[in-house]
């Protein structure tokens, strides 16, 4: 059973969804705006979110960014909006899922597992030691040489995946299911963009790197500086 918090404006939608979730044994709390919705999320957290983009009082990246800037539970999107484009900001923005109306609520409920799966697995006991990066995924900190280095929500998570199998090449379309819950493709430019930004906060570049070596092709690499394997 998962503690449910549904952000929904439709009347309709929210009773189905709610009453079908709660015959699958999910406890679930509702709201049809988004700033009461998001006060619900920050004083009584579930474990995941389910939210509407099209609500009447907030639009719903808007209250995702804010949700974000607080929280870490789980995001799953529901709404009419089925364009790439949308999709694209909804989990650049730190959606951890997309679900397009109309749905079943069993594609619903299977997300939901999955999303909890992944949530509730262990946490790496200690930070993460690759040279002098250090990543704590309890603490969300990352320092480099001992200096606090400041990065984003899909930034320490693109660390920590990377700091996971260090020495591996990982690829990119394994990055995107294991930080953006994305299991199509087309994403390929997101993981660029976001590695990009993470090599400029530790200091380095895609054209002379450190830590962060690009596989053409592949994927990319995390390795020590002084480890034989992020030598060209």
């Not at 639009?59 to 974000?68: E, I, P, S, Y």
Request: proline share 6%.
């Amino acid at each position: 059973m998962a503690t449910i918090l549904l952000i929904e404006d439709d009347s309709g939608i929210r009773s189905a969804i709610t009453r079908a979730l709660t015959d699958l044994g999910h406890a679930v709390t509702t709201s049809d705006r988004g700033m009461p919705g998001l006060e619900s999320a920050v004083d009584s957290p579930p474990d995941v979110v389910l939210l509407d983009l099209g609500l009447p009082d907030i639009d719903g990246l808007q209250l995702l960014a804010m949700l974000r800037a607080v929280s870490e539970v789980p995001v799953i999107i529901i709404t009419a909006r089925d364009e790439d484009a949308d999709i694209v900001k909804a989990l650049d923005a730190g959606a951890d899922d997309y679900v397009v109306k109309p749905f079943g609520i069993e594609q619903v409920d299977a997300r939901l597992r999955a999303i909890l799966r992944r949530s509730g697995s262990p946490v790496t006991e200690g930070p993460l030691v690759v040279g002098g990066l250090t990543i704590d995924a309890r603490t969300r900190q990352v320092t480099l040489d001992g200096v606090p280095v400041d990065l984003s929500r899909k930034e320490f998570d693109l660390l920590l995946a990377l700091a996971q199998r260090p020495g591996e090449v990982v690829t990119k379309r394994e990055l995107l299911a294991d930080v953006w819950r994305q299991t199509y493709g087309g994403g390929d430019r997101t993981v660029d963009v976001h590695l990009s930004w993470l090599r400029r906060k530790l200091g380095e570049t895609a054209a002379d790197p450190r830590y962060l070596h690009s596989v053409r092709g592949v994927g990319v690499r995390l390795t020590a500086p002084q480890d034989p394997l992020s030598r060209p």
